[in-house]
């Protein structure tokens, strides 16, 4: 385990260490199984977790765990893709809503932010983990997801220039790339102990993006 992998796993999660709750059901074992596994790669690393970790992190036998899945693998190839599926599909919801595109905005960074509360073990996974550990099929699912997911962020910015709302000048993808960096750079430091919300921390990084990016005339009250 790297001291910045346990560091985050135990102050950034409230999820205690070598505790997960039972659960009765075949599909709620399933899901406990997949919190237990992104727990222990989050703190352990992918490549240093064994399937019998796993398997006593949740309190069943190795057997047992074979019957919900078949490999290593497809425990991280799960959770990055249902994190990318978190991440589509918000921003598909946001992007179909009839509201003003800085808004639109707002919301996007908002969406991005609430997955720490949510998911931070399975983001540390998907930002530190490897794609190429999974089979060469698996991969390329999860990089079409990956540019899926950049693409409706490509659009929503491509949207802001073309309504004049964004300056012109502005490189949309690096744009892009820059709001993404700052939103994923959160996992880092944010605590749910902390002083701000991950809604308030969004709230000061729209406002950055807005007073830096928007075109003159456009720095309004932000939404309510």
Known sequence: MTKEND???RLKTDRPVGQILMMKTSVDRKAQILVASAELFSRKGYEKTSMKDIADQVGISKPALYHHLK????????????LMEFGIAGLQKIESMSVPIEEKIRLG???HLSSFDQYIAEYVVMLHEKTDWLPSSLEKK????????????????????S?????SGIDPKILMWAILGMCNWVYKWYSREGRLSTSEIG?????????????KGRHGERPK
């Open 142 to 161: 999860i990089k079409r997801k990956f540019k899926h997911y950049t693409s409706l962020w490509d659009k929503l910015i491509s949207e802001a220039i």
């Open 109 to 111: 960074i908002q969406h």
């Open 163 to 167: 309504s004049k709302v964004i300056q």
């Open 7 to 9: 560091f985050l796993y």
């Open 71 to 82: 490999s290593k693998h497809e425990l991280l190839y799960t959770i990055m893709n249902d």
């Open 203 to 215: 709230e000061v990084f729209y406002e950055i993006f807005r007073q830096g990016a928007f075109v």
